[in-house]
Protein backbone atom coordinates (compact mmCIF):
# COMPACT_ATOMS: atom_id res chain seq x y z
CA UNK A 1 0.00 0.00 0.00
CA UNK A 2 1.83 2.99 -1.34
CA UNK A 3 -0.65 5.53 0.80
CA UNK A 4 0.06 7.86 -1.52
CA UNK A 5 -2.49 9.33 -4.71
CA UNK A 6 -1.65 10.86 -7.99
CA UNK A 7 -3.00 11.48 -11.39
CA UNK A 8 -2.74 8.18 -13.68
CA UNK A 9 -1.53 10.40 -16.64
CA UNK A 10 -0.69 14.63 -17.22
CA UNK A 11 0.34 16.24 -19.95
CA UNK A 12 2.31 18.88 -20.79
CA UNK A 13 3.80 21.30 -23.61
CA UNK A 14 7.45 21.72 -24.11
CA UNK A 15 8.76 24.26 -22.23
CA UNK A 16 6.12 25.17 -19.92
CA UNK A 17 5.85 24.89 -16.18
CA UNK A 18 4.25 21.06 -14.65
CA UNK A 19 2.43 20.74 -11.56
CA UNK A 20 2.77 17.23 -10.89
CA UNK A 21 0.64 16.51 -7.74
CA UNK A 22 0.47 13.80 -4.81
CA UNK A 23 -1.81 13.36 -2.10
CA UNK A 24 -0.60 11.70 1.23
CA UNK A 25 -3.33 12.73 3.46
CA UNK A 26 -2.27 9.92 6.13
CA UNK A 27 1.03 11.26 6.31
CA UNK A 28 2.91 11.01 10.08
CA UNK A 29 5.37 13.76 11.19
CA UNK A 30 8.51 12.03 10.25
CA UNK A 31 7.34 10.69 6.94
CA UNK A 32 9.33 12.49 4.26
CA UNK A 33 8.03 12.97 0.87
CA UNK A 34 10.30 11.56 -2.04
CA UNK A 35 9.37 11.99 -5.97
CA UNK A 36 11.37 10.02 -8.26
CA UNK A 37 10.97 9.52 -11.88
CA UNK A 38 11.70 6.98 -14.40
CA UNK A 39 12.20 6.92 -17.80
CA UNK A 40 11.36 4.67 -20.44
CA UNK A 41 13.52 1.63 -20.49
CA UNK A 42 15.67 2.90 -17.60
CA UNK A 43 15.03 2.34 -13.68
CA UNK A 44 13.94 4.82 -11.18
CA UNK A 45 16.29 7.95 -10.70
CA UNK A 46 15.61 10.19 -7.60
CA UNK A 47 13.97 13.98 -8.24
CA UNK A 48 13.71 15.71 -4.82
CA UNK A 49 12.96 15.13 -1.21
CA UNK A 50 11.08 17.07 1.74
CA UNK A 51 10.01 17.07 4.85
CA UNK A 52 8.09 20.20 6.03
CA UNK A 53 9.81 23.69 3.88
CA UNK A 54 9.73 23.79 0.07
CA UNK A 55 12.30 22.59 -1.49
CA UNK A 56 14.59 23.03 -4.69
CA UNK A 57 17.46 21.85 -6.70
CA UNK A 58 18.70 21.70 -9.89
CA UNK A 59 16.06 19.13 -11.47
CA UNK A 60 12.83 20.29 -9.73
CA UNK A 61 11.02 22.17 -7.30
CA UNK A 62 8.70 20.56 -4.39
CA UNK A 63 5.91 22.38 -2.36
CA UNK A 64 4.85 21.04 0.45
CA UNK A 65 0.96 21.60 1.95
CA UNK A 66 1.56 23.11 5.19
CA UNK A 67 -0.75 20.68 6.94
CA UNK A 68 1.71 17.65 5.01
CA UNK A 69 -1.17 16.34 3.21
CA UNK A 70 -0.78 16.89 -0.29
CA UNK A 71 2.70 18.05 -2.20
CA UNK A 72 3.15 19.19 -5.43
CA UNK A 73 6.40 18.61 -7.73
CA UNK A 74 7.38 21.45 -10.25
CA UNK A 75 9.31 20.97 -13.43
CA UNK A 76 9.59 24.88 -14.07
CA UNK A 77 10.33 24.30 -17.66
CA UNK A 78 9.64 21.01 -19.39
CA UNK A 79 11.80 19.20 -21.95
CA UNK A 80 10.66 16.82 -24.12
CA UNK A 81 13.25 14.49 -21.69
CA UNK A 82 11.18 14.84 -19.55
CA UNK A 83 8.38 12.43 -19.82
CA UNK A 84 8.69 9.42 -17.57
CA UNK A 85 6.39 8.18 -14.98
CA UNK A 86 6.77 10.34 -11.85
CA UNK A 87 6.60 8.18 -8.29
CA UNK A 88 5.63 10.35 -5.32
CA UNK A 89 6.51 8.01 -2.24
CA UNK A 90 6.32 8.37 1.38
CA UNK A 91 9.48 7.00 3.65
CA UNK A 92 8.28 5.17 6.57
CA UNK A 93 9.95 5.43 9.55
CA UNK A 94 12.74 3.03 11.14
CA UNK A 95 16.04 2.47 10.07
CA UNK A 96 15.17 0.13 8.08
CA UNK A 97 12.01 1.97 6.36
CA UNK A 98 11.56 1.13 2.93
CA UNK A 99 10.54 2.88 -0.22
CA UNK A 100 6.97 1.71 -1.51
CA UNK A 101 6.25 2.91 -5.04
CA UNK A 102 2.52 3.61 -6.08
CA UNK A 103 1.88 3.54 -10.44
CA UNK A 104 2.65 7.16 -10.13
CA UNK A 105 1.75 9.86 -13.23
CA UNK A 106 3.02 8.85 -16.60
CA UNK A 107 3.62 12.55 -17.97
CA UNK A 108 3.94 13.32 -22.05
CA UNK A 109 5.42 16.33 -23.36
CA UNK A 110 4.67 17.29 -26.63
CA UNK A 111 6.74 19.46 -28.62
CA UNK B 1 29.93 8.00 -10.77
CA UNK B 2 27.27 5.51 -8.65
CA UNK B 3 26.55 2.46 -10.24
CA UNK B 4 24.28 -0.43 -9.93
CA UNK B 5 24.36 -3.16 -12.57
CA UNK B 6 22.52 -5.86 -13.70
CA UNK B 7 23.65 -9.17 -15.74
CA UNK B 8 21.37 -9.44 -18.13
CA UNK B 9 19.09 -6.70 -19.49
CA UNK B 10 17.29 -9.45 -21.17
CA UNK B 11 16.88 -13.01 -20.27
CA UNK B 12 14.42 -15.96 -21.34
CA UNK B 13 14.05 -19.29 -19.75
CA UNK B 14 11.91 -22.02 -19.71
CA UNK B 15 9.03 -23.03 -17.47
CA UNK B 16 10.67 -24.92 -14.25
CA UNK B 17 14.12 -24.09 -14.88
CA UNK B 18 16.33 -22.22 -11.78
CA UNK B 19 17.19 -18.51 -12.50
CA UNK B 20 19.86 -16.28 -11.37
CA UNK B 21 19.59 -12.79 -11.73
CA UNK B 22 22.74 -10.50 -10.12
CA UNK B 23 23.51 -7.61 -9.06
CA UNK B 24 25.96 -5.54 -8.29
CA UNK B 25 26.60 -1.93 -7.03
CA UNK B 26 30.12 0.25 -6.58
CA UNK B 27 29.02 2.49 -3.86
CA UNK B 28 29.73 0.23 -0.75
CA UNK B 29 25.95 0.38 -0.10
CA UNK B 30 24.75 -1.69 3.33
CA UNK B 31 20.89 -1.63 2.14
CA UNK B 32 19.95 -3.92 -1.12
CA UNK B 33 16.91 -4.38 -3.20
CA UNK B 34 14.75 -5.94 -5.65
CA UNK B 35 11.61 -5.45 -7.22
CA UNK B 36 9.70 -6.55 -9.83
CA UNK B 37 7.38 -4.31 -12.33
CA UNK B 38 4.38 -5.30 -14.12
CA UNK B 39 1.81 -2.79 -16.26
CA UNK B 40 -0.69 -1.16 -13.98
CA UNK B 41 1.17 -2.72 -10.74
CA UNK B 42 3.93 -0.22 -10.10
CA UNK B 43 6.80 -1.56 -8.69
CA UNK B 44 6.22 -4.10 -6.02
CA UNK B 45 9.44 -5.14 -3.41
CA UNK B 46 10.52 -8.66 -3.43
CA UNK B 47 13.14 -8.95 -1.37
CA UNK B 48 15.63 -6.70 0.71
CA UNK B 49 19.19 -6.86 2.48
CA UNK B 50 20.41 -4.77 5.22
CA UNK B 51 23.90 -6.50 5.15
CA UNK B 52 25.35 -9.47 4.28
CA UNK B 53 23.76 -12.51 4.67
CA UNK B 54 21.00 -10.56 5.70
CA UNK B 55 17.60 -10.88 3.83
CA UNK B 56 14.17 -9.70 4.99
CA UNK B 57 10.60 -10.36 2.64
CA UNK B 58 9.83 -7.87 1.04
CA UNK B 59 5.68 -7.62 -0.27
CA UNK B 60 5.79 -10.07 -2.87
CA UNK B 61 8.65 -13.01 -1.96
CA UNK B 62 6.71 -16.14 -2.88
CA UNK B 63 8.42 -17.83 -5.40
CA UNK B 64 11.58 -16.12 -4.74
CA UNK B 65 14.94 -16.46 -2.78
CA UNK B 66 17.95 -14.23 -2.63
CA UNK B 67 21.42 -14.15 -1.68
CA UNK B 68 23.70 -11.65 -0.07
CA UNK B 69 27.32 -13.50 0.17
CA UNK B 70 29.38 -10.06 -0.71
CA UNK B 71 28.37 -6.77 0.11
CA UNK B 72 28.15 -5.30 -3.15
CA UNK B 73 26.47 -8.50 -4.88
CA UNK B 74 22.89 -9.05 -4.24
CA UNK B 75 20.98 -12.44 -6.38
CA UNK B 76 17.66 -13.16 -6.98
CA UNK B 77 16.80 -16.77 -7.44
CA UNK B 78 13.87 -18.34 -8.95
CA UNK B 79 13.87 -21.90 -7.76
CA UNK B 80 11.63 -23.00 -10.45
CA UNK B 81 10.82 -20.33 -13.11
CA UNK B 82 7.06 -19.81 -13.71
CA UNK B 83 5.18 -17.95 -16.34
CA UNK B 84 3.77 -15.49 -13.79
CA UNK B 85 7.01 -14.47 -12.96
CA UNK B 86 7.41 -12.77 -16.60
CA UNK B 87 8.31 -9.52 -15.61
CA UNK B 88 10.71 -6.55 -15.36
CA UNK B 89 13.11 -7.08 -12.23
CA UNK B 90 14.96 -4.06 -11.06
CA UNK B 91 17.53 -4.11 -8.56
CA UNK B 92 18.37 -0.94 -6.09
CA UNK B 93 20.95 0.38 -3.32
CA UNK B 94 21.17 2.38 -0.35
CA UNK B 95 23.08 3.45 2.37
CA UNK B 96 22.14 2.30 5.80
CA UNK B 97 19.71 4.48 8.29
CA UNK B 98 16.53 5.53 8.11
CA UNK B 99 15.26 6.30 4.39
CA UNK B 100 16.21 9.90 4.59
CA UNK B 101 17.28 12.87 2.66
CA UNK B 102 20.86 11.67 2.37
CA UNK B 103 19.86 8.30 1.72
CA UNK B 104 19.19 8.36 -1.94
CA UNK B 105 18.46 4.73 -3.37
CA UNK B 106 20.27 4.19 -6.82
CA UNK B 107 18.21 1.83 -9.30
CA UNK B 108 19.90 -0.71 -11.79
CA UNK B 109 18.47 -0.54 -15.46
CA UNK B 110 16.45 -3.92 -15.25
CA UNK B 111 15.71 -7.05 -16.12
CA UNK B 112 13.55 -8.26 -18.63
CA UNK B 113 12.58 -11.79 -17.88
CA UNK B 114 10.33 -13.70 -19.90
CA UNK B 115 9.55 -17.27 -19.06
CA UNK B 116 7.91 -19.62 -21.65
Redesign the interface.
Known amino acids: D?KTTQPNSMESNEEEPVHLPCNHSTISGTD?I?W?RQLP??????VI?G?TSNVNNRMASLAIAEDRKSSTLILHRATLRDAAVY?CIR??????????????TKLSVKP | DVKVTQSSRYLVKRTGEKVFLECVQDMDHENMFWYRQDPGLGLRLIYFSYDVKMKEKGDIPEGYSVSREKKERFSLILESASTNQTSMYLCASRPTGAVSPDNEQYFGPGTRLTVT
Not at chain 1, 41 to 46: A, L, N, V
Not at chain 1, 96 to 101: A, K, M, P, R, T
Open positions: AYHYSQGPEYHLYSYGGSQGNLIFGKG
